[in-house]
Nanobody
Framework: QVELVESGGGLVQAGGSLRLSCAASGFTFSSAHMGWFRQAPGKEREFVAGITGSGTYTFYADSVKGRIIISRDNAKNTMYLEMNSLKPEDTAIYYC????????????????WGQGTQVTVSS
């Protein structure tokens, strides 16, 4: 069965940095399109970043572009999200995600989710 386990969240001051990790198992990680999403209280879950199986292509939401780097280590079945220059508005639960079929996009029925890790940025 697919399992995605996030770690690395915590409390950080504005302007600080965090590195989130997602340990994956139960599928062929190296061929999977992966991504990070986040959800703040009272807000809808939103796309943060995506990365193709080989890591050749990456995609970022405009709100985090230039401050966040998504990467992966296929030998370790692990995906990372390096977050810098953090802002209070980055406060949210961050979720690791696996897209099943590329043609179906990021529809909820086409996505496997981790349990999430809390990131809190204080001002």
């Amino acid at each position: 069965q697919v399992e995605l386990v996030e770690s690395g969240g915590g409390l950080v001051q504005a302007g600080g940095s965090l590195r989130l990790s997602c340990a994956a198992s139960g599928f062929t990680f190296s061929s999977a399109h992966m991504g990070w999403f986040r959800q703040a209280p009272g807000k809808e879950r939103e796309f943060v970043a995506g990365i193709t199986g080989s890591g050749t292509y990456t995609f970022y939401a405009d709100s985090v572009k230039g401050r966040i780097i998504i990467s992966r280590d296929n030998a370790k079945n692990t995906m990372y999200l390096e977050m810098n220059s953090l802002k209070p508005e980055d406060t949210a639960i961050y979720y690791c995600a696996r897209r099943k079929l590329t043609i179906m996009g990021w529809r909820s029925e086409n996505v496997d989710w981790g349990q999430g890790t809390q990131v809190t940025v204080s001002s």
